[in-house]
């Protein structure tokens, strides 16, 4: 982005052809973009059964008025934070507020509470089940990116090997899913060391590639290995997870009827919510343990600074292991709950897209903090699914419209619009693992990302 | 005389064709401070860089010999094992703190080993066992005597990258002294302190020597310091020793001041 210069002492009258000048350059740019993405469609006449191409200027207009606008406040912001004397030093250096300690337990209240609600609905259920997959994932991956700094493109990976191991475990041996639950925790830890040794002199790009590579090597294989994973058919009839050996069927040894309720299809889905929140929930526990603990810190010293590690005596490379492991077999408990709550797996729900949300949830969270994650989970997923609600846009825009065609620019748009507002994340401070005489939280200014 | 606490024999570093260090040859004696000084690019990074495993050296062998644990052959060892097992610590010329970190924190991963151990590995640490907590709090008293000796205790919980230079400088040692060396390498800590802090630098290097009884092989290009300060100084220039003396001797040594004035031949 073009930074205005700094123009001293100029009064307003005297910026303001310059920052026009720079805000309709702007607007040219976006007026290109958007010709493809917003004015130009594609469209098949049924009648004629031809294509032709609707032009949709409103949307353009509408675009391009949003870009000005934005742009003409960018400049007069940044015109004054030149011109005007800031009281910045009186603002407080950092940015936790008083609330900061309530909103975990409030979190987990609310979490707790939700199926209970009156409001709470089949729907509501699943997407809410989905959040917490994805805070799970979230949580797993931050070992790995936000503590240990390793960039890992293909976390989806271990997400696969869990959610295979429970489906193919089951299926050949009868395991039940508390018994392979901890097995497709082992699994994945595994294939977390086997990516990790090839990959432990790589940094930052080279890392991130190799990463990538896995994640989709291991979908490859599951895609080609006809006779084990059933190529693209996937796996079906995955058992699902009993209440401790009570299945949630509607027979007299369902669960509804051994504990005197009325049979609902919602026990099974409130049952599902509650062990992915204890799952995500045990992943916090260990996870921040962990970062306490001398071998999260070492973690976080590997993003610091590996040489320096190396001349204290840590063994860096079982660092890292411990780092891809760990952060590995939290992806593999969520994959194994996955097949569970579907009962039906392929090889494309694991994707890179998948990788990249997960990544994504952790970015935008901010890389040392779980309540962010737990935010940007929200966000991100609670948000693409809110883009699909926008019925009310077709008043607007006409029946023709249809809002999900638009989802992913939103969506993108949003991502570009928090990242300008807060490039390290909703929370991007750090507080420390041990304090001497009190917890001062660490400005995202001083810690390193890790160039790998 | 008693063994020496480091010895270097013909250590020879080659980059391509660049000969950096050249059959270099030295003693470190247990309770001396040992400088090695020469002009910009003379090798002495990577010298430090063969002792403390990071440059396997081409040629040449260096011998630690610690006082309990015995003797090791640091030319064969990880870096980080040398600093684990053969007990030898050093500093970076580009000080390497953990800045994200706070002072307290990079005293706690000099202790590291220590302290995986008494975690289990984290078992015992994840459920907070009281053998754990006792180590983790023993670790704390220990980081802290250290930060008190060079006056920062009040500090502890800011983090690294807040404080002024002069204090990171003394930080870092500090940060290699908590893994309780034998011997400490210093590649150049007063660069970049003022006079004052310089002098402050002299004497606690003196105290860690007395009174701590750790061996110290420094880098200096501080003369000052240098001639104050040590027992025993080498001088290296082109990768190759030119002078290897008390400070009287080499001061006065026509080769060294060849090599720092450049004098004509
Ligand atoms: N990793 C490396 N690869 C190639 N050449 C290197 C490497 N490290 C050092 N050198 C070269 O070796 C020579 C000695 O460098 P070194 O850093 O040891 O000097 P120094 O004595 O520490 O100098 P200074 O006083 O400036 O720190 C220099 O010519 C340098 O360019
Ligand atoms: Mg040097």
């Keep these: 982005m073009a930074q205005p210069q700094n123009n001293h002492a100029q009064n307003l009258g005297q910026a303001l052809p310059s920052m026009i000048k720079r805000s309709l350059i702007v607007l040219a740019i976006a007026s290109i973009i958007f010709a493809p993405t917003l004015l130009l469609r594609l469209q098949v006449s049924k009648i004629e059964n031809t294509l032709f191409i609707q032009y949709r200027w409103v949307f353009f207009a509408i675009g391009c008025a949003l870009i000005l606008v934005w742009r003409l406040i960018y400049e007069f912001r940044a015109w004054q934070r030149a ?59 931050q070992i790995v990116v936000g503590l240990a700094g390793l960039l890992d493109l293909g976390y989806v990976a271990f997400y696969a090997v869990g959610a295979y191991s429970y489906a193919l475990l089951a299926e050949h041996f009868g395991f039940g899913f508390w018994i392979c639950l901890p097995l497709a925790g082992v699994f994945a830890a595994t294939w ?242 041990v304090f001497f005489r009190e917890k001062k939280s660490v400005g995202s200014s001083m810690i390193s990302q890790g160039r790998g | 005389m ?66 309990s644990r015995g003797d090791f052959s640091l030319e064969t060892m990880e870096d980080h094992k040398i600093s684990r097992i053969a007990k030898v610590a050093r500093t970076f010329q580009n000080i390497r703190l953990f800045g994200g970190m706070t002072v307290l924190e990079n005293l706690m991963i000099s202790q590291h080993n220590e302290l995986m151990r008494a975690s289990m590995f984290s078992i015992a640490g994840i459920f907070g066992l009281p053998s754990y907590r006792r180590a983790e709090k023993e670790a704390i008293e220990k980081s802290m005597a250290w930060l008190k000796r060079i006056g920062i205790a009040d500090k502890a919980d800011d983090a690294a990258a807040a404080l002024p230079y002069g204090q990171q400088r003394k930080l870092e040692i500090v940060r290699a002294l908590c893994t309780d060396p034998v011997l400490l390498c210093l590649d150049e800590p007063a660069a970049g302190l003022n006079p004052k802090e310089s002098d402050d630098l002299g004497v606690f290097l003196r105290e860690i020597r007395d009174k701590d009884h750790v061996g110290i092989l420094l880098i200096e290009h501080d003369m000052s310091v240098v001639m104050e300060i040590s027992d025993h100084i080498v001088v290296l220039d082109y990768g190759r020793k030119i002078s290897d003396g008390t400070p009287a001797l080499v001061r006065n040594d026509a080769a060294v001041i060849k090599a720092y004035l450049g004098v004509d031949e």
Aim: proline fraction near 6%; hydrophobic fraction near 50%.
């Design chain 2, 2 to 67: 008693t063994k020496p606490l480091l010895t270097v024999k013909d250590l020879t570093m080659r980059f391509g064709g660049l000969v950096a260090v050249d059959k270099f040859s030295f003693e470190v004696q247990a309770g001396h401070i040992t400088a090695i000084i020469g002009p910009n690019g003379a090798g002495k990074t990577t010298a430090f860089n063969c002792i403390t495993g990071f440059y396997k050296p081409s040629g040449g062998s260096i011998a630690l010999h610690h006082p």
């Design chain 1, 192 to 433: 977390g060391v086997i990516l990790g040794f090839p990959v432990l002199r790589l940094r930052g790009d080279y890392l991130a590639i190799v990463t990538l590579a896995f994640g989709e090597i291991i979908r490859v294989v599951l895609l080609n290995w006809r006779d084990f994973t059933g190529g693209s058919n996937g796996l079906s009839n995955i058992p699902r997870p009993s209440f401790f050996g009570i299945p949630f069927s509607q027979g007299p040894d369902g669960f509804a009827a051994t504990f005197g309720l009325e049979y609902s299809s919602l026990q099974r889905m409130g049952f599902l919510y509650f062990l992915i929140l204890a799952l995500a929930l045990l992943t916090f526990y260990i996870s921040s343990r962990l970062r306490k603990l001398p071998m999260g810190r070492a973690w976080e010293a590997l993003r610091e600074d590996e040489i320096a590690c190396r001349s204290l005596g840590l063994n860096t490379i079982n660092t890292k292991l411990s780092a891809f492991a760990i952060g590995a077999m939290f992806g593999g408990f969520a994959g194994s709950f996955f097949a569970a709550k579907q009962a039906f797996i392929s090889p494309e729900s694991f994707n890179f897209m998948e990788s990249a949300t997960i990544l994504a949830i952790v970015v935008l969270g901010g890389m040392s903090s779980q309540i962010g994650v737990v935010f940007s989970s929200i966000a991100m997923v609670g948000g693409i699914e809110a883009l699909r609600q926008l019925q009310f846009l077709k008043a607007i825009f006409g029946p023709d419209f249809d809002p999900s065609s638009l989802r992913l620019l939103f969506f993108g748009l949003a991502m570009v619009i928090v990242m300008l507002w807060r490039p390290r994340g909703f929370v991007s401070s750090r507080v420390p693992t």
């Design chain 1, 83 to 141: 011109n005007v004397p800031l009281k910045a030093s009186s603002r407080p250096q950092s940015q936790e507020s008083r609330f900061a300690p309530y909103v975990g337990p409030v979190l987990l209240i609310a979490a707790i509470l939700l199926p209970f609600m009156p409001f709470t609905d089949r729907y509501i259920l699943d997407i809410s089940i989905l959040i917490v997959t994805y805070v799970m994932l979230g949580w797993g991956l």
